[in-house]
């Protein structure tokens, strides 16, 4: 039941914001188009609902979100910045281990690798990430995930897993 | 810096700076009176056929049975296409593996949120700029992205397929003339709006006509676009080897 709640509700908003209007004819039709849209979509969107029922979970994503877009962001900018500068560059790609388990977690921790500049996932393979990074710093596995990914993957096992 | 880009880069700023120069010396005037036509429909448009939506008014009220030819001939396009294309749900079964993970996750999420906006500007036509065929269209985008992401024979797994979709449609027209032609049965004009059907249910701003018409064709839109993305998709090899005349 709850991830109908959930699905309906982010449509609900989505379609409110976007007639940008609060009249009784677009929260009515609003109604109708969430109720729809969640019976037809939950069950592809959501496998495990209890995990909805975690408020505490949201929280941390907020709190990643922001640290994602201000500090993580800065600092991979300002090194991209350096290098385009000083040509410091050994391009190569690396492969990176995963722990978690969830597609959500997972596409997370994929998503903010590709985001910040310098790294970029271009495949998944059995708990393995290959990622084009832009200064190979050590071709080791476990040292290049300590490098590229594991504060993501912690905040997205804290997420989603 | 190689020749071309200096050249692209010339032609480029040239352009910016005519245009620049042609507009502070020409000056054109922008007109400061509607035209006879405009004023009438800024005036009567509200009475009218009670939108506050000038084009979807003109759309479907004034030229209305022009736009239900049109979308007519559009169906037509599709059904052609389909029998030209000999839809083989055998050849599009075989695409399964579709993109990675993260593309599959985060396509999920987009096709909702494209829906839910391609829903607002179907059920917002009658009221502001959007209506029918642009409420189609954006569900289209939705399904165009699902098919390569998810490989076109999981969705024909999953019971969707371009026969039902074309149904779909073909039943999303029915109801559409219906709605033109129910008026003829009180001796009315076939595609009449005020006259006919009410301008508002339980106090909902309907406008008639317009929000029955913009619901039925984004319906109609949305799953002939997709069964055309569906039929598109059916892969090459599916034509190599077959008798060659």
């Known amino acids: 039941m709850m991830k109908y709640i959930v699905v309906g509700l982010i449509v609900f908003i989505v379609y409110v914001s976007f007639a940008g209007s609060t009249s009784p004819y677009t929260l009515a039709t609003a109604t109708i188009i969430s109720v729809i849209l969640s019976a037809l979509t939950a069950k592809y969107l959501v ?3 209890r995990k909805l029922m975690e408020p505490w979970r949201l929280l941390i ?3 990643y979100f922001f640290k994602y877009m201000t500090i993580i962001e800065f600092k991979a900018h300002m090194d991209v910045v350096k290098r385009t500068f000083t040509m410091e560059i050994k391009p190569g790609i690396v492969k990176v281990p995963v722990n978690a388990k969830s597609r959500y977690a997972r596409s997370l921790i994929m998503g903010s690798i590709t985001n910040t500049p310098g790294t970029v996932v271009v495949d998944e393979k059995d708990d393995y990430f290959y990622v084009n ?3 190979v710093s050590s071709p080791d596995p476990l040292e290049a995930k300590k490098a590229i990914s594991e504060e993501f993957e912690n905040f997205a096992i804290k997420i989603f897993d | 810096m190689s020749r071309r880009i200096l050249v692209l880069m010339l032609l480029f700023s040239a352009t910016l700076i005519v245009s620049f120069t042609a507009t502070i010396i020409l000056n054109p005037a922008t007109p400061s009176e509607l035209k006879e036509l405009a004023k009438y429909y800024v005036l009567n448009t509200i009475n009218e056929t009670a939108s506050p939506e000038a084009v979807t008014a003109i759309v ?3 030229r209305g049975l022009d736009t239900i030819y049109e979308t007519l001939v559009l169906y037509l396009a599709i059904v052609g296409g389909l029998a030209i294309f000999k839809m083989s749900e055998e050849a599009l079964l075989k695409t399964r593996i579709g993109l990675t993970l993260l593309t599959k996750t985060s396509t999920k999420i987009i096709a909702l949120l494209i829906t839910s906006i391609a829903a607002a500007i179907a059920f917002h036509g009658h009221l502001s700029p959007g209506g029918g065929f642009p409420g189609g269209s954006a569900v289209a985008v939705a399904s165009m992205i699902i098919i390569p992401v998810f490989a076109a024979g999981t969705l024909i797994e999953k019971g969707i397929s371009s026969t039902k979709l074309v149904a779909i449609r073909g039943a999303a027209l029915t ?3 219906l709605v033109a032609l129910l008026p003829v049965v009180r001796g009315l004009e076939i595609v009449t709006n005020q006259k006919f059907y009410p301008a508002s249910i339980l106090g909902l701003p309907i406008s008639g006509s317009l929000s029955l018409y913009n619901l039925l064709e984004s319906l109609a ?6 069964a055309v993305a569906l039929y598109l998709s059916i ?3 599916a034509y190599k080897g077959g008798s060659s005349a």
């Open chain 2, 60 to 62: 479907w009220d004034y």
């Open chain 2, 175 to 177: 109801a559409l003339g």
């Open chain 1, 133 to 135: 990074w832009i200064y």
């Open chain 1, 61 to 63: 994503l907020i709190y």
């Open chain 2, 235 to 237: 892969p090459e090899e």
């Open chain 1, 47 to 49: 496998v495990n609902e």
């Open chain 2, 221 to 226: 839109v949305a799953s002939g676009f997709t």
